[in-house]
């Protein structure tokens, strides 16, 4: 590997003497190029990923609820938690449960600290739960 040129910059000091301060690699002009085309061939490995992705049926489905994605990964105890906070919020059987379980005012239930979507506490009801 080749090892680039150094040049030192100089630096003016208060009292107005100069001195060498650091040794910066000089760029060889062939290095701009290359990560342009690094990064243009990454652009193009992700557009072929993203094509062939699409080919083989291009989604990933309808998003599942915690309790669909706790049944795929049933040893997971942050799954548990927020599966158990959907269930007993009635899960999306009402509206906005995010903002519900985030809501959630049982302070006295063991999971209340630990629930999920507590950036939700505290936002202002949903139109949608006003009526
Ligand atoms: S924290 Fe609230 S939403 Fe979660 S299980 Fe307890 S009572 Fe239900």
């Known amino acids: 590997m080749n090892t680039p040129a150094t040049q030192p910059i100089e630096r003016e000091f208060?009292?107005?003497s100069?001195?060498?301060?650091?040794?910066?690699?000089?760029l060889p002009p062939g290095d701009v190029e290359s990560s342009e085309s690094s990064r243009s061939a990454r652009a193009e490995r992700m557009r072929a990923g993203l094509a062939a992705w699409k080919e083989a049926g291009g989604s990933r489905g309808a998003p599942k609820?915690?309790?669909?994605?706790?049944a795929e990964n049933p040893k997971s105890l942050?799954?548990?938690?927020?599966?158990?906070?959907?269930?007993?919020?009635n899960g999306d059987a009402d509206p906005a449960?995010?903002?519900?379980?985030?809501?959630c005012l049982c302070v006295s239930c063991p999971l209340h600290?630990?629930?999920p979507y507590q950036q939700m506490s505290g936002r202002p009801e949903p139109a949608v739960l006003r009526s």
Do not use: F, S
Not at 65 to 70: G, N, Q, T, V
């Open 78 to 89: 942050r799954l548990a938690i927020t599966a158990m906070c959907w269930h007993c919020q």
């Open 113 to 115: 600290a630990v629930r």
């Open 14 to 16: 208060v009292h107005g």
């Open 65 to 70: 609820d915690p309790i669909e994605k706790l």
């Open 18 to 26: 100069t001195e060498p301060t650091l040794d910066v690699p000089e």
């Open 97 to 103: 449960p995010k903002w519900r379980v985030g809501n």
